[in-house]
C-alpha cells in the first residue's frame, strides 16, 4: 500500500508585528526628541594672558552692578537699552578684531541675568569680550586666552 | 431562471508599506535626535533680547541655581572643569562648548567657570531665553 506524501510545509517569518514595534520606537523618539534648537550668542574671547595691564590697549570698559551698567573711563550710567544704542554707535563692526575688545567687569554680588544681558548686547554690536578676573583685593584684571 | 449572485468583494486596507514607513521615521529621528543629558540638571534660563536661535553644540557646560558645575550632565568641580572641557573637545572639529548658567547664581560663582572655559581655549556659545519686553 502506498502511504499518501505528506504536502511540505512553506517556511514563513512572521514579520506582522515588526511594525508594531516600529511605531512603538516611532512614539518613544517623539517623546524624547527635542525639535527646540538653543537661543543665545557665541561668546568670543580675545587671545591673551591676564594681564590687568591689558586693559589699556582695549577700547572699552563696562561696569556690571545688579542695578545699572556704566559705560567707558567716565563710569557713565546708563540702562541696557541706552547700552545697546551707545554700542551701535560705536560701529564696532568695521574695526579690526583687536579694537573690538569690550571688558566687562561684573561685581561679585551681580547675578547671571545682568551679566547675560550685558554680553549678549555687546555680542550682538560684534564686541569681542574680555574675561575679568577678581582678584583678592576685589580689582578686576582683563583676561583672555593664556 | 434564477440570477446568480455576486460574490461580495472584501473590503482590505493594505498595511504592508506601514511597517517600510515607520522604519524610515525610526531611521529619521535616529539621525536627528540628540539625547537631552543635560535636563537633569535644572535651572532657569536668563532672559535677553539680544539672542537668536542656534546650533546645538556637543558639548555642554551648566551652572545649577546652587552654583554646582556640571560637564555633560555630570558633576565636576571648577578646578578640574578646564582639563575636562579640554579632553571633551579634543577629538571634536568644532572647539564650542555650550554654557547654560542659572538666572540667580552670582558673578563669585559663574565667573570661575568662564575664566575655565576661556583657559581651556574653546569658544563660549552662552545659552539663555527669549525675552520681548525685558530691558
Same mark, same amino acid.
Given at each position: 500500500m502506498a502511504l499518501p506524501r505528506r504536502a511540505p510545509k512553506e517556511a514563513v517569518i512572521e514579520i506582522g508585528s515588526f511594525s508594531d514595534i516600529a511605531f512603538l520606537m516611532n512614539i518613544f523618539f517623539i517623546l524624547t526628541a527635542e525639535f527646540m534648537r538653543p537661543a543665545g550668542v557665541n561668546m568670543q574671547i580675545p587671545s591673551g594672558s591676564a594681564d590687568p595691564g591689558k586693559r589699556q590697549d582695549t577700547i572699552l570698559t563696562i561696569n556690571v552692578s545688579p542695578e545699572k551698567v556704566f559705560y567707558g573711563e567716565k563710569n557713565e550710567p546708563m540702562t541696557l537699552e541706552e547700552l545697546r544704542k551707545r554700542l551701535l554707535k560705536e560701529n564696532l563692526r568695521a574695526k579690526p578684531p583687536a579694537q573690538r575688545?569690550?571688558?566687562?567687569?561684573?561685581?561679585?554680588?551681580?547675578?547671571? $541675568?545682568?551679566?547675560?544681558?550685558?554680553?549678549?548686547?555687546?555680542?550682538?554690536?560684534?564686541?569681542?569680550?574680555?574675561?575679568?578676573?577678581?582678584? $583678592?583685593?576685589? $580689582?578686576?584684571?582683563?583676561g583672555g586666552r593664556p | 431562471?434564477?440570477? =446568480? /449572485?455576486?460574490?461580495?468583494?472584501? !473590503?482590505?486596507?493594505?498595511?504592508?508599506?506601514?511597517?517600510? %514607513? @515607520?522604519?524610515?521615521?525610526? %531611521?529619521?529621528?535616529?539621525?536627528?535626535?540628540?539625547?537631552?543629558?543635560?535636563?537633569?540638571?535644572? !535651572?532657569?534660563? &536668563?532672559?535677553?533680547?539680544? %539672542?537668536?536661535?542656534? =546650533?546645538? &553644540? &556637543?558639548?555642554?557646560?551648566?551652572?545649577?541655581?546652587?552654583?554646582?558645575?556640571? !560637564?555633560?550632565?555630570?558633576?565636576?568641580?571648577?578646578?578640574?572643569?578646564?582639563?575636562?572641557? =579640554?579632553?571633551?573637545?579634543?577629538?571634536?572639529?568644532?572647539?564650542?562648548? =555650550? !554654557?547654560?548658567?542659572? /538666572? @540667580?547664581?552670582?558673578?563669585?560663582?559663574?565667573? &570661575?567657570?568662564?575664566? @575655565?572655559?576661556?583657559?581651556?581655549?574653546v569658544e563660549i556659545a552662552l545659552v539663555g531665553q527669549q525675552a520681548k519686553d525685558k530691558d
Amino acid at each position: 500500500m502506498a502511504l499518501p506524501r505528506r504536502a511540505p510545509k512553506e517556511a514563513v517569518i512572521e514579520i506582522g508585528s515588526f511594525s508594531d514595534i516600529a511605531f512603538l520606537m516611532n512614539i518613544f523618539f517623539i517623546l524624547t526628541a527635542e525639535f527646540m534648537r538653543p537661543a543665545g550668542v557665541n561668546m568670543q574671547i580675545p587671545s591673551g594672558s591676564a594681564d590687568p595691564g591689558k586693559r589699556q590697549d582695549t577700547i572699552l570698559t563696562i561696569n556690571v552692578s545688579p542695578e545699572k551698567v556704566f559705560y567707558g573711563e567716565k563710569n557713565e550710567p546708563m540702562t541696557l537699552e541706552e547700552l545697546r544704542k551707545r554700542l551701535l554707535k560705536e560701529n564696532l563692526r568695521a574695526k579690526p578684531p583687536a579694537q573690538r575688545v569690550v571688558i566687562v567687569d561684573a561685581g561679585k554680588d551681580v547675578p547671571y $541675568e545682568r551679566y547675560f544681558q550685558v554680553v549678549t548686547a555687546v555680542a550682538r554690536a560684534h564686541g569681542v569680550i574680555a574675561l575679568v578676573e577678581q582678584t $583678592e583685593k576685589g $580689582e578686576g584684571g582683563a583676561g583672555g586666552r593664556p | 431562471m434564477s440570477i =446568480k /449572485r455576486r460574490a461580495r468583494l472584501e !473590503l482590505t486596507v493594505p498595511t504592508a508599506s506601514m511597517g517600510d %514607513i @515607520a522604519f524610515l521615521l525610526i %531611521i529619521f529621528f535616529l539621525l536627528t535626535t540628540s539625547f537631552a543629558k543635560e535636563k537633569q540638571v535644572k !535651572l532657569k534660563n &536668563p532672559l535677553s533680547r539680544d %539672542i537668536y536661535a542656534m =546650533k546645538e &553644540p &556637543p558639548v555642554f557646560v551648566s551652572v545649577d541655581k546652587n552654583g554646582a558645575v556640571w !560637564l555633560q550632565g555630570r558633576r565636576c568641580s571648577v578646578e578640574s572643569l578646564e582639563e575636562g572641557v =579640554k579632553t571633551a573637545v579634543a577629538t571634536r572639529a568644532q572647539k564650542l562648548v =555650550k !554654557l547654560r548658567v542659572d /538666572r @540667580a547664581v552670582r558673578q563669585e560663582q559663574y565667573g &570661575p567657570v568662564f575664566l @575655565a572655559l576661556s583657559r581651556a581655549g574653546v569658544e563660549i556659545a552662552l545659552v539663555g531665553q527669549q525675552a520681548k519686553d525685558k530691558d
